[in-house]
């Protein structure tokens, strides 16, 4: 099988990113996914239910996220809502995206200070 | 909920049954809860709100729809054709089998009378004759591009169809391989170019190079059919280029033993057709082994997961 690093993901787009960050703390469920990435990205990045649960779906199929239960609160319908948490694997690809901003990030403060040609 | 909003839901819950059955026994239960709750907050906002809240959800949903429906069919067209894990080890030793019993069959067709005896009777004049002559030697080539295709399948226990269509898409390919290389021998400067070192100092380099640049057109077609056959054309672009390595690899080292070995001089008093027939071997396990691993390795299918619910690659 082929090795893969976790710097061949990158750059995540920006709802992947989002939807990572938001369950960087700690598990979620989608109701809760969606209104976070949105006040996160302080309503710039705005996700539809299908949007959500497409992106999801291929996060649980590359392993970076994993259902992890159900919350405690049922939701309208009264249907257990299933939760969702980073894996060990997401964690990884998370870091190294935030590795891959950071140093970007020092490239454009250098270069407002003058520093970079 | 008023009527206006159970409408909405229920309308919600009918498009989400479009979803591909898997992906609805999955989430549809989940999303339907996430859409009221959506719902529910936006009424609380203004009816505006809720308007804009639903119109983006039901001018989304039709996309996401579309998206499932093209990767559930792409998992269908090219995964649930191979039956059990990739062994990238069985599909190096099918592929060096595949390509050596082909090219050894190439070999006796080039000193058999393949076709029946009236197809070889002249008397047509010179297009014909050259078609006469070149159609035994592109069939037989191009069939053992398509045994290497059935010999990679078979390495993966692949369903008749993926292996059909591997078999047709590589021979059709190679085809077009061994006419575009007959073309290059018989109107450009090509021969004349390498034969003219071929009595100086640089004669081996000279044979090898010419039997890398073989490889690597019948790789760069024989490649592309297999990845356009197993992977779709992202896949065929890449299996191309890897084609041509490992066919022009396997090729130069095949000939470069073969130089080496008539160089020794260990070969007096046997015919050089044995030589060649062992030359031929090295070059077919070599090409065919090599585009057998890179095969193997990344399974042919590109950017898709395709073991055990393990990613290879994703393209979030």
């Known amino acids: ?117 | 909920m008023s009527l206006f909003l159970r409408l909405v839901v229920g309308m919600y819950a009918r498009l989400l049954c479009l979803y591909p059955r898997k992906f609805q026994e999955e989430f549809r239960g989940e999303m339907q809860g996430v859409f009221v709750s959506t719902i529910k907050e936006a009424t609380s906002t203004g009816t505006w709100a809720l308007l804009q809240v639903i119109f983006f959800e039901m001018l989304d949903l039709p996309i996401n729809l579309a998206t499932e429906h093209i990767s559930q069919w792409r998992k269908r067209w090219f995964m649930k054709d191979i039956r059990h894990r990739i062994r990238p080890f069985r599909s190096v030793v099918m592929g060096a089998l595949g390509l050596m019993i082909g090219l050894l069959i190439i070999m006796w067709a080039s000193k058999s009378l393949v076709m029946p005896d009236w197809w070889y009777k002249g008397g047509f004049g010179t297009p014909l004759a050259i078609l006469r002559e070149l159609i035994p030697a592109a069939l037989t080539s191009a069939l053992t591009s398509g045994l290497l295709g059935l010999m990679l399948c078979l390495s993966v226990s692949a369903k008749a169809r993926l292996a059909l269509r591997a078999f047709l898409l590589m021979t059709g390919l190679e085809l077009m391989a061994t006419l575009i290389y007959d073309f290059l021998g018989r109107f450009t400067p090509y021969q004349r170019f390498f034969s003219q070192f071929l009595d100086g100092n640089w004669a081996i380099v000279a044979i090898v190079l010419e039997a890398a640049i073989f490889g690597m057109i019948n790789g760069l077609f024989t490649g592309a059919g297999l990845g356009l056959a197993t992977g779709g054309w992202r896949s065929g672009w890449r299996f191309a280029l890897k084609g041509l390595l490992a066919y022009g690899l396997g090729f130069a080292f095949g000939v470069t033993i073969l130089e080496l070995w008539i160089a020794s001089g260990r070969w007096i008093g046997i015919t050089t057709y044995p030589i060649s027939v062992v030359s031929t071997g090295i070059c077919g396990i070599l090409a065919g082994g090599i585009l057998g691993w890179l095969w193997g390795r990344e399974s042919g299918y590109g950017s898709m997961r395709v073991v055990e619910g393990n990613p290879v690659r994703s393209s979030v």
Do not use: C, N
Request: a neutral charge; glycine letters at 6%.
């Open chain 1, 1 to 117: 099988m082929k090795t893969i690093y976790s710097e061949d993901f990158q750059p995540l787009s920006e709802m992947t990113l989002y939807i990572l960050v938001s369950l960087a703390p700690g598990p979620l469920h989608g109701y809760a996914i969606a209104k976070k990435v949105r006040v996160l990205s302080e309503d710039r990045v705005i996700l539809s239910v299908s949007t959500l649960y497409t992106i999801l779906k291929r996060l649980l199929e590359d392993g970076w996220i994993e259902r992890v239960g159900e919350a405690a609160e049922p939701d309208e319908s009264g249907r257990p809502r299933k939760t969702y948490a980073l894996t060990e694997r997401g964690q990884r690809i998370l870091a190294a995206e935030k590795t891959r901003l950071r140093s970007l990030l020092a490239i454009f403060q250098k270069q407002s200070l003058g520093e970079e040609p």
